[in-house]
Each structure stands twice: as C-alpha cells, then as structure tokens.
C-alpha cells in the first residue's frame, strides 16, 4: 500500500437518477478496508435503520460508520430541522478529515444536501480545495451534486436510470437495496 505521503488522494463525485451511488462507494469503502486503510463511512440522510452494509463493515476493524441523517426527507414536514441536521453532520464530517486518522471518507448522500440548499456546494467545495489532506480519498454520493463541486472533483460518475423495480410497484428488497 502507498504510504499516505506518496498517494494522490481523490474527490470522486457519484450522482445522477440511476441506482448504485452509494453501492459504488461502499464497495470502494470495502476495497479500501482490505487493503489496511482506515474509512469513516458518514451518512446525511439515511436514519438509524440498518442496512447489509452497516452490518457487513461492523465486521472490519477499519470502517468506523456514521449513520446520523433523520431518515428519507424529501417529503419532509420540518425543513428546519433538516437543515439543522445537515449542518450538524456537516461539521462532524468535517472534523472527520480534519483529524487525519482516515484515508477514505464517504460522505453519503450529502449532495442531497446540496440540492435542497441545506448546505451550499460553495461551501463544500472551498473546504474540500483548502483543507482536505492531500492523501486523503473523498467520496460524495447523492443526486444532485452541486456544479461547484463537481467541477474540483477529479471523478464524477453520473448513473443514469434506465429502468427501476420501482416503477413497476416492488418495493426496495432487502440485499439488494439495503
């Protein structure tokens, strides 16, 4: 593994209509976790019920998760408190990178945030160009990415929805979508 000093850390952006944001960077949350490297998994929105991949990365020593978000939001009946929330996991988040004990962080749905003005992605994208350690990955997940953060970021993978289950009335299945 590349000493930290040595690696060229990246902000990689998952975002778009399409399933397999956060699969995508849980599975690089895994990658990272078998080759020794500290991650802090941090979610915005998804509340305290459990996931496949909360209980999977309980089993690995080098994945500390944060499951802080008050849940599904986006038919919420309390704006401010969804703003109060993400500007709480926001500076935890922050935090996070500052204390240099990571080499992977994801921020999971935090473009959410974003695209409902919770957060600005100016302010996102100045912290990431001034304090973000230069060794460290960054992993931003969620629809709606802000254009500011999209534009400092070194990967942006946008998934496009072809077709869903959902569409069709099946609810969200169990190892599959959580």
């Not at 704006?79 to 921020?107: G, H, M, N, Y």
């Not at 254009?147 to 299945?173: C, L, N, S, W, Y």
């Amino acid at each position: 593994m590349k000493v930290r000093e040595k690696r060229h850390g990246l902000v990689l952006v998952h975002t778009g209509e399409g399933k397999g944001k956060s699969s995508s960077a849980f599975g690089m949350v895994f990658r990272a976790a078998g080759w020794g490297m500290k991650v802090c998994v941090i979610q915005f929105i998804k509340g305290q019920w459990q996931t496949g991949e909360q209980k999977a990365a309980a089993r690995f020593d080098e994945i500390e998760w944060h499951a802080l978000g008050d849940g599904f939001t986006w038919d919420t009946k309390n704006p401010e408190q969804d703003i109060k929330t993400s500007r709480e996991i926001w500076e935890f988040a922050k935090q996070k990178i500052l204390s240099e004990q990571f080499d992977l962080v994801v921020l999971d749905e935090i473009n959410y945030c974003c695209g409902y003005g919770w957060i600005s992605g100016q302010e996102i994208a100045d912290f990431i160009r001034q304090h973000k350690p230069g060794w460290l990955h960054l992993v931003l997940t969620g629809r709606n990415a802000a254009p500011e953060v999209v534009e400092i970021a070194d990967t942006v993978t946008e998934m496009t929805r072809v077709k869903h289950a959902f569409q069709a009335g099946i609810k969200a299945e169990q190892g599959v979508e959580f």
